[in-house]
């Protein structure tokens, strides 16, 4: 299988090897690929734990001087450039963030210990960093991730390229972001790695609950290959009972219906509600496995999987905590009943056990019941409109713009300012570029949809007003002018 270049006309190398990518993920999908590697006894053990490091730096206009023409550079490179401002003194911090898993696995595995970690890097990081040239940074991870001596304790996920939030991204667009994310793992790491990829890291743990928009989320995860989503425990609910998991710390199966009477589902792993940071720099989930026995699941006992994510690189905690609190977790969990272990070797082990995917308990978006509750499958988008309508006007509690790892954040409420612009790059993105079916190899597109991911990027929402606010609306007029220009 030829591999994929990681450039493409200047750009990184995001679309126009479907086929490839495509045929990757089905590789993949046909055998285990952890369970060979594995040296846990999944037999003996009480309990598991997994933990995800989240890693994400935006692209953004600051180049130059002057908005309109700036480059589009990593905000890494903005803070390393400019680190007496605010907090910009962490960037060379941060760069060892992004490298340290690389150089921790080999060390550990060198002392005889069995570490795991999930990674999730988005794609507009993996750009920005090999435009400031930080080699160093995937010349470790590539160690990790290929190299057969270390490859069983690293796990990615997959995830939006350029960090867009379900909820308010439109679907095609963020298939597009998906399939974005594959071809530049690939093209970074190789398709054989790419195959290994099986479970899907959302930004800001955002979960669609409108059931169109939760029907089409789960869909293209399923249509991209991905066996499993990372979920939080407050954004879904038990289809019976509108309550919330149960026994979260197994394996659960998200089914996602929507109006026209269609149904989708996909494995979930439940993260656990929390502050993340804090939470896996002192390795609580591994304190809280060490507390647990194993659990009944259809007729089977089974070791409960302790799962946690949180941002690789933000904060002090885990900037300067983490790296000594994993290192002495490893090194006592590793041979124990309670050991790490990322959540693909876990489910592997969990099926050649005999549990079967139908045995998984059913999770559903949040608030769904009440939807479902008085509506009639297949009525329709319109009827589901009005269904919700009513609800909303009966519970002003109630809404419709998914959950997230806050959610006292709407994603969509209060961002008309930069919403707008999103959502006008988007239309013209997909009347003049994919309704006429423009191949994607071709160099037009790639620049065009670099620049719509780009713009759709969740920290031009999150922090609402201000700079980011004008990056956001900056980004997309060059999106806009880019396709106006070249369609």
């Known amino acids: 299988m030829s591999e994929l270049p990681e450039y493409v006309d200047g750009l990184p190398n995001i679309c126009g090897s479907e086929s490839l990518v495509e045929a990757a993920m089905r590789a993949g999908r046909d055998r285990p690929v952890y369970l060979p590697e594995s040296r846990i006894d999944f037999g003996r053990i009480r309990a598991a734990c997994a933990i995800a490091l989240h890693m994400h730096q935006p692209l953004i206009p600051a180049g130059g001087g002057d908005l309109g023409t700036a480059a589009i550079i ?35 595995i060198r002392e005889g210990h069995e570490p795991r970690v999930m990674l999730e890097y ?30 069983r304790a690293v796990e990615w996920l997959g995830c939006p390229w350029g960090h867009a939030v379900a909820p308010s991204t439109p679907a095609q667009d963020f298939r597009l972001h998906v399939k974005a994310w594959q071809h530049h793992f690939a093209a970074l790491f190789g398709l054989e790695a790419l195959g290994r990829v099986r479970g899907f890291s959302p930004s800001e743990m955002a979960l669609p609950n409108h059931p169109d928009t939760a029907y ?12 499993w989503v990372l979920v939080q425990e407050h954004t879904v609910e038990r289809p019976e009972s509108g309550g919330g998991p149960e026994q979260k ?32 720099a002192q390795m609580q989930p591994y304190y809280e496995a060490r507390s647990l026995s194993r659990w009944d699941l259809a007729g089977k006992s089974v070791p409960p999987l302790v799962t946690q994510i949180a941002d690789g690189e933000n904060g002090g905690v885990m900037m300067n905590e983490f790296p000594g609190k994993y290192m002495d977790s490893v090194r006592e969990a590793s041979g124990s009943d309670t050991p790490l272990m990322n959540a693909t070797e876990y489910l592997e082990h969990l099926f050649a056990s005999g549990v079967r995917e139908s045995d998984l308990p059913l999770l559903q978006p949040l608030f769904q019941k009440r939807i479902w509750d008085r509506f ?38 209060g961002y008309d300012n930069v919403l707008g612009p999103m959502e006008k790059a988007s239309s013209q993105f997909y009347e003049k570029v994919l309704k006429p079916g423009v191949a994607s190899h071709e160099q037009r597109f790639r620049n065009a949809l670099y620049h719509l991911m ?18 956001g609306r900056e980004i997309c007029r060059r999106a806009s002018a880019i396709i106006d220009a070249d369609f």
């Open 249 to 280: 710390h197994l394996p659960h199966r998200l089914v996602c219906a929507n109006s026209r009477g269609e149904s989708v589902s996909i494995i979930a792993i439940v993260k656990t509600q929390g502050s993340d940071t804090k939470l896996v």
């Open 454 to 471: 780009c713009s759709q990027t969740s920290c031009y929402r999150y922090w609402g007003q201000g700079l980011w606010t004008d990056y």
């Open 74 to 108: 990593s905000n890494l490179q903005y803070m390393m450039e400019n680190q007496g401002v605010g907090d910009n003194h962490n960037a060379p911090v941060f760069h060892w963030c992004y490298k340290r898993m690389g150089e921790f696995i080999p060390q550990l």
């Open 122 to 151: 988005s794609g507009t990081l993996f750009h920005g960093l090999r435009a400031m040239g930080l080699h160093d940074v995937f010349d470790a991870l590539g160690n990790v991730t290929r190299n057969p001596d270390y490859r």
């Open 216 to 227: 089409d989320y789960v869909k293209t995860l399923v249509d991209c290959g991905f066996q």
């Open 376 to 413: 009639q499958s297949g009525g329709g988008p319109e009827r589901l409109e009005a269904v919700i309508a009513e609800l909303k006007k009966e519970d002003g509690r109630f809404h419709m713009e998914g959950g997230s790892w806050t959610n006292d954040i709407s994603w969509v409420r």
